[in-house]
């Protein structure tokens, strides 16, 4: 599906955001959720985006460019609690900024570890999202770890807990075994933005 992507830039402030030249897709999600995995596992190149061990690795709005008419961009996490105060405002100022900005959005992915229970922070995310009026998928990351059957029982959880339409894409995926690329793929092709402008 994807003839090139490459690594555009690491945007910390504002002021340093790329011209709205393309149509965009946001991933969101908690620190060590799995963003930068599923990036690397959506375009099959191993170091597309920097994999770390250490949650709260992303610290800027990682750009970048697919097929030459597309900004992926990867969001810093949230949820982090051993991030200093000081550093979790300035990325909530980043990331809310970029995302109220009047930017051609296409799409968000929010990113959540499957084994986990959608807390405050999660629920709040949600909300925030919803009062963007932009389409939004979930993503339900790391189903390698769980059987079939405590996969489907967690899924079963977001939908009670986040309460949220069937219109809503709720996708299992795993970074490591592919599960739910296929499917993924094909939400992203619906959205028939994947051509060079």
């Known amino acids: 599906m994807f003839q090139k992507v490459g690594f555009l830039k690491s945007v910390y402030d504002l ?29 099959q190149q191993r170091r597309l985006a920097r994999v770390s061990s250490t949650p709260g690795f992303t610290q800027a709005l990682n750009f970048y460019l697919v097929d ?12 982090f609690a ?23 959005f296409r799409l968000f992915l929010l990113i959540f570890d499957i084994r986990r229970t959608p807390d405050k922070l999660d629920k709040a ?39 949220l339409p069937p219109s809503i894409p709720m996708l299992p995926f795993s970074c490591k075994d592919g599960n739910g690329k296929d499917r993924l793929i094909k939400l992203l092709k619906e959205l028939d933005i994947f051509s060079p402008v």
């Open 15 to 43: 002021e340093e955001l790329p011209p709205p030249k393309y149509p965009e897709i946001a991933l969101l999600g908690r620190s060590n959720a799995g963003k930068s995995s599923l990036i690397n596992t959506l375009f």
């Open 68 to 79: 030459g008419g597309l900004y992926l961009v990867d969001l810093p996490g949230y949820g």
């Open 82 to 104: 051993k991030v200093p105060r000081e550093r979790q405002i300035k990325w909530q100022a980043l990331v809310e900024g970029y995302l109220k900005s009047p930017r051609d």
């Open 125 to 163: 995310l949600i909300t925030f999202v919803k009062s963007l009026k932009v389409p939004f998928a979930l993503i339900l990351n790391k189903t390698d770890t769980l059987t079939r059957n405590e996969a489907e029982n967690q899924r079963k959880v977001y939908e009670a807990e986040l309460k």
